[in-house]
């Protein structure tokens, strides 16, 4: 897996609060994340073929310039049955890997009990829309004083990148749920293009003042994780103010003004949809 440099090009006034930095951070925290959710799962399945029955789930978090994996029982008091961790950079070659049963740290505690409010939510209210052909992935993250689960929506079918129908659940630092929101108001999916479609330039989705002024976490996380697979070069997220250009191949984010982005464009090919 490749693994790309970020910078960040403001054309816009600077702020003395740049919200910019936080998005990029959060998205890039979600992207580590889920990349080593994906990895570690591919290793679990290969590693620990004989444990595939026992899983319960899994999540993944941040430590020690680590980023761990676990995978839990499916008992009602579930245990750790495998942990796999990798260096921040993400590289499979510094993969470390164990399996054997031992309780949760107080952290994977709190991580799995946010997890498990979320995943009832997700099963006992229609606030959580579905969709034919995706499932739902929960990243849990927590400090000393607040949780937070993510709520993502993955294509369960070749070929296509999803955007929307994400969700984002606020906890306390006691665990109890605080608030919850969509972070997009419907889901729009984009075909990664065949090798004998016409280039196309750029994709883009339209945020409203729900979603948001600039690019989200969840966009750029999404962008990261499937950019190995799509043929364009760019996304564009536009709002009512600014445009978001995410290029895939440099992780550079670059936010214009509506008004100042309408000057630098011009007869360009997009696929994608409105929020």
Known sequence: MVFGWLAVSLTAPAQKTNPIDSILGEGLALYRLETASWLATETFLTKYRDQRGNIGGYFSYEMNNRVQCVFFSKAEE??????????????????????????????????????????????????FARYEHTSFNLVPVADSSCGKV?????????????????????????????????????????????????????TFHFHSREAGTFISPTDICTLMLFRRFARWKLHTVMSKTHVSEWDLESGKLTIHTRGEWSKLNSNKAFVGGEF
């Open 78 to 127: 579930p245990v750790v049955i495998a942990a796999i961790s990798f260096d921040t950079s993400l590289n499979p070659g510094t993969i470390v890997a164990y399996s054997y049963k031992r309780a949760f740290t107080n952290h994977e505690r709190r991580l799995y009990t946010i997890r498990r409010n979320a995943l009832e939510q997700i099963n006992s209210d229609t606030f």
């Open 150 to 202: 993510y709520i993502l929506t993955e294509p369960e079918v070749d070929g296509v990148v999803i955007f929307g129908n994400d969700y984002l659940l606020q906890y306390s630092k006691r665990d109890s749920l605080l608030a919850r929101r969509a972070l997009h108001s419907g889901i729009i999916p984009v075909n990664f293009g065949k090798e004998t479609d016409p280039e196309l330039i750029q």
